[in-house]
């Protein structure tokens, strides 16, 4: 069982924030001072710091360092908008931006900065507590002796917390529910066989790694009991983007009759978005599916097709598990109560 890590450090005196830059895992556990938006831009921008929540965090933190270098009207606008502009489709990232700004600009610029610190490291604590309870109440939907098969990283590395689909897991583990979790590699980027199978194993949880394309033959096998995954939005239908490849999953627990569960924080609800089709859906550089690190296989000049989410339709999907308790269809019903909690 692995010693615990930090995926992301704030350091308000110092106008920085410490990541561990997931680019290098599982081969090197590297640290990356950032200390300025453009920085953090560029981290988010290469998937260093990424996961939908930990995407808010990271956004928060970069207002707050774009604060400590200026606090005026004009450069926390511009420096919300280069942070927003980074990555569009998880939810928290431009939420949590606009959140900054909004607060920044109520008051006057002398205090800017401190607020702003303070609001980002109130996230993180929030996060880690949010977490906790999705575990707790996702762990009772798995039944004992269960395999579970997940898709992408959503554990410590993506939340800052336990994670959202890999809380659930992990509690699941420590309740002597779970016999086994299979994590699907989840190209392009891989962020299932370098982070997930990863952060299993320092849990001490058994782990199989799969090629995303052997999932439907798994789950038609009766290889596993349950389907999780995590969300980048949930739009207010329940329709929900996550990492591309999360559909085909969900379309075959559905034929086969495997629950798919969707753990998410209800930061990740978006009720300004009414169903999937107004989800932006991020596209990526062909290079990403023509090679890896460096090494290409593909001739160069061919076109890419790369989104990296897709959207689940919420009939698909057997419930969602959050940190204000579990939501059953209808869901437009349910994710309004959800929102309205205070
Ligand atoms: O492109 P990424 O690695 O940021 O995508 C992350 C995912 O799709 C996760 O499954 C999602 O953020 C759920 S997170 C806890």
């Excluded at 490291?121 to 762990?139: E, N, P, Q, V």
């Excluded at 009772?140 to 579970?148: C, D, E």
């Excluded at 782990?207 to 349950?226: M, Y």
């Excluded at 034929?255 to 978005?273: C, E, G, L």
Aim: glycine share 10%; hydrophobic share 50%; charged share 20%.
């Amino acid at each position: 069982v692995g010693a615990p890590f930090t995926p992301i450090r704030l350091i308000p005196d110092e106008a920085t924030i410490v990541i561990l830059d997931q680019t290098a895992l599982p081969a090197r556990e590297e640290y990356a001072r950032l200390s300025s938006v453009r920085a953090v831009c560029e981290a988010i921008r290469a998937l260093r710091v990424r996961g939908a929540p930990l995407l808010g965090i990271a956004g928060a933190c970069g207002m707050a360092i774009a604060a400590s270098d200026d606090s005026h009207d004009v450069s926390l606008r511009r420096a919300a908008a280069d942070l927003a502009a980074t990555r569009p489709t998880a939810v928290e990232l431009g939420a949590a931006v606009e959140a900054a700004l909004g607060a920044a600009l109520a008051i006057e610029p002398a205090g800017r900065a401190a607020l702003l610190w303070q609001a980002a490291s109130a996230m993180l604590d929030a996060r880690r507590a949010g977490d906790a309870r999705i575990g707790k109440a996702g762990a009772g939907l798995v039944p004992h002796g269960s395999a579970v098969l997940t898709h992408c990283n959503t554990g410590a590395l993506a939340t800052g917390g336990a994670g959202t689909a890999f809380a659930v897991i992990r509690c699941a583990w420590e309740e002597g529910r779970l016999t086994r979790c299979y994590a699907t590699e989840t190209r392009p980027l891989m962020q299932g066989a370098r982070l997930t199978t990863w952060e299993l194993l320092r849990c001490g949880i058994p782990a199989t790694l799969l090629p995303d394309t052997a999932a439907a033959a798994l789950i038609a096998s009766g290889g596993v009991q349950v389907v999780i995954t995590g969300a980048d939005r949930i739009a207010a239908n329940g329709d929900t983007a996550n990492k591309v490849g999360t559909l085909g999953l969900a379309l075959a627990a559905q034929r086969f009759t495997v629950p798919f569960y969707v753990a998410a924080p209800h930061s990740t609800f978006d009720p300004r978005t009414a169903d999937g089709s107004a989800i932006p859906i991020e596209h990526r550089a062909a290079a990403e599916v023509g090679g890896f690190e460096g090494q290409r296989w593909a001739p160069e000049g061919v076109e890419a097709f790369n989104p990296a989410f897709d959207v689940t339709p919420a009939s698909l999907i057997t419930a969602f598990i959050t940190d204000r308790g579990i939501i059953l269809p209808p869901y437009a019903q349910g994710i309004a109560s959800l929102l309205d909690e205070r």
